[in-house]
């Protein structure tokens, strides 16, 4: 599926309405470039899940947990990560198999680790359609 969002605003809705149906189990890869809304993306996924806190991008703890919501979300930015063996050390696969939703920024660093059925969230600028544009592209591991 494919969207496309022409503000912050807009690319947080679109992380809310998803955050409002994933189900406990869900791992969600975010992918794309520096600075085109990944985390933006990530706080309407908690906003939809029923976080209220402040969400912000984990980048030096690697993972962020919040359990106020309707299920626990495990935010990941593994930016990084050098090695995906790394992802042991913190014990990966409480989170990725466990009871709640994981969103991982910068999934691609650790692709081998990630089930087939993930979501695949890709969101791509095109600064000839405007600043606040995004295209947004939602792979539901391999439905539609």
């Known amino acids: 599926m494919v969207v496309e969002s022409n ?18 189990g869900t791992i ?7 600075g085109v809304g990944k985390t933006v993306f ?4 908690a906003r939809g899940l029923g976080v209220s806190e402040p969400v ?25 990560i050098e090695d995906p063996e790394e992802m042991y050390e913190i014990g990966y696969e409480e989170y990725f198999f466990g009871d709640g939703v994981c ?9 081998e680790l990630i089930p087939a059925s993930a979501v695949s969230v890709t969101i ?3 600064v000839d359609k405007g ?5 947004i592209t939602m792979d539901f591991g391999g439905e539609e």
Do not use: M
């Open 7 to 24: 503000s912050a605003e807009e690319t947080f809705h679109y992380g809310q309405l998803l955050g409002e149906k994933v189900p406990a």
């Open 28 to 34: 969600v890869c975010l992918n794309g470039d520096l």
């Open 42 to 45: 990530a706080k309407g996924v």
């Open 56 to 80: 912000s991008s984990p980048t030096f703890t690697i993972v962020q947990e919040y359990r106020e919501g309707r299920i626990p979300l495990y935010h990941f930015d593994v930016y990084r």
């Open 103 to 111: 969103l991982i920024e910068w999934a691609e660093q650790i692709r």
């Open 124 to 126: 791509e600028k095109d």
């Open 131 to 135: 600043l606040g544009y995004r295209r």
